[in-house]
């Protein structure tokens, strides 16, 4: 926008055959100061945007109206409560075109629908929604009453006896932790440093270990926990199979031993899987042919000998 059409449309333009003589520029025009919405304002009506104080259900065609909607609506007064005006909006809905009028009721401080809509009752209950129940009018005229009055001033006065010690030490212990500004925030700023030094290191540790995600600090009682944990392994069992076989056979050759038949049957089949298992590894190359003939190559000694 240019600055003439700004100047314009702020109504600050004055034409060249524009006098002071002749007035403002309202009247130089001959126009309201409201312009459009002042269209009305012979008849006492303003145009204005209300906005919906509740939800509403429209009279023309039974849609709901939401609280909060905005309506360009004609603003008159009809009466007076003492000296408070009593003020009529009336609008034109959006789904339908019905007219809904709406004016205000100091008495009761409330919006109250005149015609074309009726008012969305919701009940709930004010622990459910976390609110604040206020006195109903029954309360209000038991306040007016002296003696109820003086009751509840005596109930009032004994509460704030049992709590005065409570919110005595609660303010001490804020005016303690609040009295340096300067302190609190260099504890808080460090410890957030600290905090974000130790969540990096973790993420580190992490990613070495080839893990998408942050593992907690390790604890004792984890420690403790996976060193009660045993797995058992397949070399575990061959090497208690072997010191079995080795303490069940005799250290005589050609002596009779202890051991039942039953029992040495056992062994020697323990004996025979453990040599195939051997076997099996030095075909698919688990054990250096190298090292089996050093083995198998009796010493200079025993030649010797």
């Not at 002749?22 to 009247?27: H, S």
């Not at 932790?177 to 130790?198: E, F, P, T």
């Not at 969540?199 to 600090?217: M, N, T």
């Amino acid at each position: 926008m240019s600055t003439l059409a700004a100047a314009r449309a702020d109504n600050f333009y004055y034409p060249p055959e524009w006098e002071p003589k002749k007035g403002g520029l309202n009247k130089f025009n001959g126009q309201h100061a409201l312009r459009e919405r002042a269209r009305k304002i012979d008849q006492g009506i303003l145009i204005i945007r209300f906005e919906m104080p509740y939800n509403i259900w429209c009279g023309g065609c039974e849609s709901m109206i939401a609280k909060g909607v905005r309506f360009n609506a004609e603003k008159k007064q009809v009466g007076n409560y003492y000296s408070t005006k009593i003020w009529s909006f009336s609008m034109k809905a959006a789904c339908c075109r019905h007219e809904i009028v709406i004016q205000t009721d100091p008495q009761n401080c409330e919006y109250v629908i005149t015609s074309g809509a009726r008012k969305k009752i919701e009940e709930y209950d004010a622990e459910d929604a976390e609110t604040m129940v206020l006195p109903v009018d029954d309360d209000k005229t038991k306040l007016v009453d002296p003696f109820k009055r003086l009751e509840h001033q005596e109930g009032d006065m004994k509460k704030k006896k049992e709590a005065e010690p409570v919110l005595v030490r609660l303010q001490r212990i804020s005016d303690s932790r609040h009295s340096d500004d300067y302190s609190m925030n260099r504890s808080l700023r460090a410890k957030l440093r600290g905090q974000r030094k130790r969540v990096a290191e973790e993420e580190a540790v992490s990613r070495k270990s080839g893990l998408g995600i942050r593992l907690l600090p390790v604890s004792e009682e984890d420690s403790a926990a996976a060193s009660r944990v045993k797995f058992v392994t397949k070399f575990e069992r061959n090497r208690k199979d072997k010191r079995a076989l080795i303490h069940s056979t005799s250290i005589f050759s050609g002596s009779s031993s202890s051991v039942p038949d039953k029992r040495r049957l056992e062994l020697e089949a323990k004996r025979r899987k453990i040599n195939a298992g051997t076997a099996s590894k030095l075909l698919s190359g688990g054990i250096k042919p190298s090292s089996l003939a050093r083995a198998s190559v009796p010493s200079r000694k025993k030649f010797r000998a």
